[in-house]
């Protein structure tokens, strides 16, 4: 099993830009979770998804931060336009379940806005 | 609402030297626990998770953990660190009987001494 893959590893892009963030799920999870991790803000849940639907989308921070789930096998967030105090690292997790299921996270994507 | 508190935020301890990372909660039922390390550089890996039973928990990587309930605490534990050790911890807890996303707590940050 690869696991959760996530790309790009690394982004480094200028305010105002929009940038897109990749992620496949484990193959058979029907959960997918979008974290951002900062030092200030530790680990907070984005949004997430069941079977491909957004269900709790209270922690995305502004408009400016949207995600989709086309299909069980992908999904993207995305930031336009991008603002230095977006520079985090974001992590894609999926899992079978919800309460007590084991979350897999990916490698995360470390974004950089200038 | 669950919560979950990490009350160190550094925890240094010399290789060799027994470790306990403390977790307190906040719910009213027994919740499900878990508890996750990040390695520089990396996503989130489960080390071990409590649902019900034995309230003392055998991880990976030779961790351990106790439920204690009176003391709402998960505190997790090894006897002897090694160098490979050193990362970040988090305790995460899940509400029983229902689709709820576990909550994370702000992670305890290890330094491991040679």
């Known amino acids: 099993d690869a696991g959760v893959i996530q790309s790009p590893r690394h982004e480094v892009t200028e305010m105002g830009q929009e940038v897109t963030l990749r992620c496949k799920p484990i193959?058979?999870?029907?959960?997918l979770f979008w974290y951002r991790q900062t030092m200030m803000r530790g680990l907070e849940l984005l949004i997430y998804?069941?079977?491909?639907?957004?269900?709790?989308d209270s922690g995305m921070p502004e408009d400016r931060f949207s995600a989709k789930m086309p299909n069980a096998s992908f999904s993207t967030l995305k930031i336009q336009p991008s603002e230095p105090r977006d520079s985090a690292v974001y992590f894609c997790?999926?899992?079978?379940?919800?309460?007590?299921?084991?979350?897999?996270f990916g490698p995360g994507t470390r974004l950089l806005v200038l | 609402a669950q919560s979950v508190t990490q009350p160190d935020i550094h925890i240094t301890v010399s290789e060799g030297a027994s470790l306990e990372l403390r977790c307190n909660y906040s719910?009213?039922?027994?919740?499900?626990l878990f508890w996750y390390v990040q390695s520089p550089g990396q996503g989130l890996q489960l080390l071990l998770k409590?649902?019900?039973?034995?309230?003392l928990v055998q991880g990976i990587k030779g961790f351990e953990a106790e439920f204690k309930r009176s003391q709402s605490s998960f505190n997790l534990r090894k006897p002897s660190v090694h160098w490979s050790d050193a990362a970040e911890y988090f305790c995460?807890?899940?509400?029983?009987?229902?689709?709820?996303?576990?909550?994370f707590g702000r992670g305890t940050s290890l330094i491991v001494h040679p």
């Open positions: 997790a999926s899992s079978r379940g919800t309460s007590g299921e084991t979350q897999y």
């Open positions: 719910y009213g039922a027994t919740p499900y």
């Open positions: 409590y649902f019900s039973g034995d309230t």
């Open positions: 193959s058979g999870h029907d959960y």
């Open positions: 998804f069941n079977n491909n639907v957004p269900i709790d």
């Open positions: 995460a807890v899940g509400l029983s009987g229902g689709s709820y996303i576990p909550t």
